[in-house]
């Protein structure tokens, strides 16, 4: 079955970073786009960011441009979330999930997720 295993998360100060990872199983990683969600406590589920099959796009929040960077390794199966100057709002648990779709930025277009790491920024 297919399996979408993020890890990376932890805690970190403000203005610090951190690099999630994704690794995928159980599927055929280079048909899929990839896209990471987070969802803080008490708050909906909101897109971060997403790249194409081929790595020749990618889309970000305005909550995170020019502060986070997706990547993917279609060798490794992997999609990466590079995090830089963390804010404490930033707060919460990061998922990835893939679609097939070519809608990116809406939670309900992604086919798989997986089940989350948490990330916590103590200012």
């Known amino acids: 079955q297919v399996q979408l295993v993020e890890s990376g998360g932890g805690l970190v100060q403000a203005g610090g970073s951190l690099r999630l990872s994704c690794v995928a199983s159980?599927?055929?990683?280079?048909?899929?786009?990839m896209g990471w969600f987070r969802q803080a406590p008490g708050k909906e589920r909101e897109f971060v960011a997403a790249?194409?099959?081929?790595?020749?796009?990618?889309l970000n929040a305005d909550t995170v441009k020019g502060r986070f960077t997706i990547s993917r390794d279609n060798a490794k199966n992997t999609v990466y979330l590079q995090m830089d100057s963390l804010k404490p709002e930033d707060t919460a648990v990061y998922y990835c999930?893939?679609?097939?779709?070519?809608?990116?930025?809406?939670?309900?277009?992604?086919?798989?997720w997986g089940q989350g790491t948490q990330v916590t920024v103590s200012s």
């Open positions: 790249i194409t099959r081929s790595s020749g796009s990618t």
């Open positions: 159980g599927l055929t990683f280079s048909t899929y786009a």
């Open positions: 999930a893939a679609t097939s779709s070519g809608t990116y930025i809406y939670s309900v277009k992604y086919n798989y």
